[in-house]
Structures are given as C-alpha cells and as structure tokens.
C-alpha cells in the first residue's frame, strides 16, 4: 500500500459522519480499493475497487457482521458504494473514487539565489583546480625538456642528470601527496630547487619511484621515507603489503 486519499471537512456534515460503525466503514473501504487496476484472485480490479467481505470486513474492524451489514446496506443506499457479491467475495466499487485521490507530485525544489552561487564557485574551483594539477604536469615535462636548466642544477647539486630526473620525479609526486599547485613553472622550479637541498639524499637514493602495492594493484607512490611512514598503518596482518620500485 502506498499513497493516501483525501477527505475533504464537508465529511463533517455527511449524514452518516456521527454513525460510527458507517463512518469507520466508508474510510476503511477507502482504504483498502485499488488505486490502479489489478488483479485479485484470478479476477480483474478496476480502480476503485475492494475485493472483501463481510466476515473479512468484521475481523478486520472488529465490528459484530450484523453492523457490518447494516452500513454496508446505509452506504449503498446513500450512493457512497456499489457491491457485487458472489457465493465467495463480494466486491465493493467506491463511487466517485476519483474524487478522494490526489495527485502525487514531488516537490519542485527552488534553489536560492545563495545556494546557486555557492554552487557555481565550487564548480568553478573544481575546473581551477584541475587545470593547475595539469600545469604542474606541464612544468614537470618543462624542467625535464629544459637541458640548459637541468645541467645548471646538476652542477650545483652534484649529481647526475638521472638522478637529478629521479628527483624531479620525486618532488613531483611530493607535490601531488600535499595537493599543492605551484602557479608558473618559474615557481616550480624554484620550489624544487629549495626542496633538494634538504632532501637529496633521500630523494636520489630512493627517488620517487616507490609504491604501496595490495595485491598487484598500486595504492599509493613517494619516496621511501615517506612511504616507510605508514609503514604501520598497511602493513598489518591479511594485507600483503610491501613497497616495491616502480617496475617491479
């Protein structure tokens, strides 16, 4: 059962709204009638329509069937219902059922001119936010394609041009780990610049070419050291857990 009927207050005046047994009666019947077509029994149920009968209708409400009769017999002759009985049912049609139904409508929810802005500037942060994780790529692929640049910062860090690319590999996926967008790729490779002198030895050495991996599937890429943090957290017994180099 799902829905619900109207009664409108005119009920109050109806003749039979005092007369307790009639009025329990009616609303019962109203109900329990099918509010679309159906069948029951084998038979077909037009809309509006209760399949039933007395000694149903009297458990149901705990009415004597000698009462039942009586306002089925009042309800009948006030044009409320029609019944058709046979040897195992009897079938009441509700006159004018339309007239107690009301239309399910969902409610058209207004958004508030608030609301709608709000909305618009979390797209609109959305759609920032992935173009500067692309400009990050971008100032990766920037520093890696710049050879003048990349010779300069290996000569002033010592290192060789793989690992000096181990490391940018390294800081960039330090920079995804923290969300952090660099804005131009000047501040990039400034940033990097700054970065390696407090984490080139780690970041050479194990560069950023370690993941977290659960059966087979990557879960998480950094550095060792950072990697080796949550060491506790997924390396617990049933995990499998293990951090491997990139390729392996």
Known sequence: MKGYIKLHRRILDWEWYKDSNTKIIFIHLLLNA????????????????YITSLNRISKDLNIPIRQVRTA??????????????????????????????VEERKPV????????????????????????????????????????????VCMQNSVGLESLSKALDSFHNHLIMTDEIKSSVKDYKSHFVNWLKYNKQDAIKNSGSYKWKWKGQSIKSGTKTELEKDRTFYD?????FKIIQNGH
């Open 34 to 49: 099918c509010y679309d077509n159906c069948r029951f029994m084998g038979q077909s149920v037009s809309k509006g329509e």
């Open 72 to 101: 089925i017999k009042r309800l009948k002759d006030t044009g409320e219902i029609d019944t058709q009985t046979t040897n195992k049912y009897t079938k009441v049609t509700i006159c004018n059922y339309e007239s107690y139904q």
């Open 109 to 152: 929810k207004k958004a508030t001119r608030k609301r709608q802005a709000v909305d618009k500037q979390a797209t609109d942060i959305s759609k920032n936010i992935i173009k500067k994780e692309d400009n990050n790529n971008k100032y990766l692929a920037d520093c890696l394609n710049t050879a003048s640049w990349m010779e300069v």
């Open 236 to 240: 617990q017994d049933g995990f499998d």
